[in-house]
């Protein structure tokens, strides 16, 4: 990577306005997956993170499954709107699942149960920075990114349709593709009122 650390940071933003142009070779944005998903770090060194990378027509298919089990649900007079944010996510190529594979968890509870509640919390922080991982590197590489959550309404279809195991617990969907449109200025909070130094 050829950014500076704090600047890639700095630089990554969500992308709404994403387009199926690839900017980015399909190899690497796997490689980029699976060397996040190898080096994250995990409570216990638990390597629980687990991931399904979705290329063109099973990206598609994604949000074409979102958008059926998003109508079954959303009033037909709000259902618009609904399906054009869907539509935006489609116009992507590629779209990252995050998963945390439970069984991992169960057993650390069963190995560490002075620490049986912490673990589920630490999957979730474990699956949140492999997530930050894999979205500064695609920020880096000049794709638009964002990050969703329709779980657990898609879950099931996603199990059926790619096979996932039972274990796969989903957390989070993070379609990309290249940018199209930028985002707004983002606005921040005093940081003074949100961190504090004790010398």
């Known amino acids: 990577m050829s950014m500076d650390f704090y600047k890639a940071v700095e630089n990554r933003r969500t992308y709404y306005g994403i387009g199926k142009e690839k900017v980015v070779p399909e190899d690497r944005i ?12 995990t409570a216990f060194n638990s390597q629980s993170g687990r991931a399904i990378v979705l290329l063109n027509q099973h990206h598609d298919k994604l949000w074409d499954m979102t958008k059926e089990a998003l109508r079954k649900i959303v009033p037909k007079e709000n259902f618009p709107q609904t399906e054009d944010r869907i539509n935006g996510f489609k116009s992507g190529y590629g779209t990252v699942l995050f ?15 002075l620490y049986k509640d912490n673990f589920p919390v630490w999957s979730q922080q474990a699956s949140g920075m492999l997530q930050f991982i894999v979205w500064t590197s695609l920020e880096v590489e000049g794709l638009g990114v964002s990050l969703q959550h329709y779980n657990p309404l898609i879950d099931e279809d996603i199990r059926k349709e790619w096979n996932v195991p039972e274990n796969w617990k989903l957390i989070a969907q993070m ?4 940018v199209v449109a930028k985002p707004d200025e983002k606005s921040f909070q005093p940081i003074f009122e949100r961190v504090m130094v004790k010398k």
Do not use: H, M, R, T
């Open 30 to 41: 796997v490689e980029i997956v699976e060397n996040s998903v190898k080096f994250a770090p």
């Open 99 to 113: 998963f945390e594979d439970q069984n991992v968890v169960k057993y650390l509870q069963e190995q560490f149960a």
């Open 175 to 178: 379609p990309f593709g290249n």
